[in-house]
């Protein structure tokens, strides 16, 4: 009988929901991660070679992939070959003691292992399975390849990233892989949800192209509604002024006035009293329109002082400010600490491993869970035992089919 949220009563709003992790790298990894920082049991179910994230040129870290040791955090890995039927009845058998299926796969792909939603729920009709994809799974472009890059790209994204007139960047991050995974578990939350009330089971789709469309946000409907391209803003904002980096004597700071007071406050902070009277300057709409005039003017103020310097100013002031951090500076703010967002592990190859942790609050719930990523294969015979019952004659006759590893 498949888990439910509502039955159990634990401190992780998940614990006893159990997901089986068909999906690689990133657009399939990564929701399946959020949730088991919930407490949901997540077992990662892996080829015989291996999730391709195990790949240790990417991200380096003495001789594993910092990407899989960040995104598989609190899992477990068990082996099977879904290319034979003793590894696929094997899955079949823990499909029908869990809740979701998450994969990264194309449909042809799903059908032809027979890990399909069709398949899939006549063995449990319960069973939520969440597929991650890049274009979805029918139409023109179902096969295109979706690595993160292609996917920025071909959204728009890379057309408004980056400073006007410059050759086009990506986002810092895989965007591109990561909004797969955030979408993925509002998806897998909602159908679980309705389970409750229905006792049925769902197919959750994503695409990675939706949903980067989607994170276009109030851009993408300018351009539907009024044909209006953007160009790429580089730290500024095209309808809001003064909202940017301005560079100061040892970093950058940024301001952000989107209020009418914020900008009143500004002026007073600047000592410049013709700046706050200029009727060019003397509401949002004009700052807008005379962007060129106004900007390059607080451009040389904010040059004569420290960033240190203007934040005291600024915060004191009650003007939106920030520096423009790189990590170290980033992780070393308050709110890192105060907030538990940095999490570590001891891994038994690499040894301690130090990560971002769970934005995600709830009442009653101890910090992230921490336990290391997996090794290829590390809880393969536990799972076996634990979940399914079966005895070390079974479990040593399905390593002899090549069923598992």
């Not at 790949?55 to 380096?60: F, I, L, M, Q, R």
């Not at 991650?132 to 799974?137: A, E, L, S």
């Amino acid at each position: 009988m498949s888990a439910t949220i509502m039955s159990v009563d634990q401190s992780y709003p998940l614990q006893g929901v159990r997901i089986l992790e068909l999906g690689q790298i990133i657009a399939g990894t990564y929701g399946s991660q959020v949730l088991s920082d919930l407490g949901a049991e997540v077992i990662k179910v892996e080829a015989p070679e291996g999730d391709l994230g195990r790949n240790p040129s990417v991200a380096p870290y003495r001789g594993a992939s910092g990407l899989f040791l960040t995104f598989n955090r609190n899992k477990k890995s068990i082996v099977i070959n879904l290319k034979t039927d003793a590894g696929r009845e094997v899955f079949y058998e823990l499909v029908k003691v869990s809740d979701v299926v998450v994969d990264n796969f194309r449909t042809d792909v799903l059908e032809r292992l027979k890990v399909d939603y069709g398949t899939l729920s006549r063995i449990n009709p319960r069973i939520v399975q969440c597929s991650v994809t890049g274009f979805g799974t029918a139409g023109a472009y179902k096969h295109y390849p979706a690595l993160d890059i292609i996917i920025q790209a071909i959204s728009g994204h890379m057309a408004i990233t980056g400073e006007s007139g410059r050759p086009p960047v990506r986002v810092g991050i895989p965007l591109g892989d990561l909004s797969g995974g955030i979408f993925s578990c509002k998806g897998i939350l909602a159908a679980l949800f309705a389970r409750e009330r229905t006792g049925k089971g769902a197919r959750v789709e994503i695409s990675m192209f939706d949903a980067m469309l989607n994170l276009l946000s109030y851009m993408g409907t300018m351009w539907l509604t009024n044909g209006e391209l953007p160009r790429p803003p580089g730290s500024g904002h095209d309808y809001t002024v003064p909202w940017q980096a301005f560079s100061a004597k040892d970093g950058y700071v940024v301001i952000a006035t989107r209020e009418e007071n914020f900008w009143r406050k500004l002026c007073e902070l600047l000592e410049d009293p013709a700046l706050g009277r200029d009727p060019r300057f003397d509401s949002n709409a004009n700052r807008v329109k005379h962007k060129d005039i106004l900007v390059p003017h607080l451009e040389g103020i904010f040059r004569k002082r420290t960033v240190s310097d203007w934040l005291e100013r600024l915060r004191a002031a009650g003007v939106p400010a920030a520096p423009v951090n790189h990590f170290d500076r980033a992780f070393a703010e308050p709110p890192v600490a105060e907030r538990e967002m940095i999490v570590e592990y001891d891994h038994p190859d690499v040894g301690k491993v130090r990560l971002p942790g769970n934005p995600i609050k709830v009442s009653g719930m101890p910090g992230t869970i921490s336990n290391p990523a997996p090794r290829l294969g590390e809880h393969t015979d536990l799972i076996l035992r634990e979940v399914l019952s079966l005895t070390a004659e079974q479990i040593a006759e399905l390593r002899q089919q090549g069923a598992i590893k």
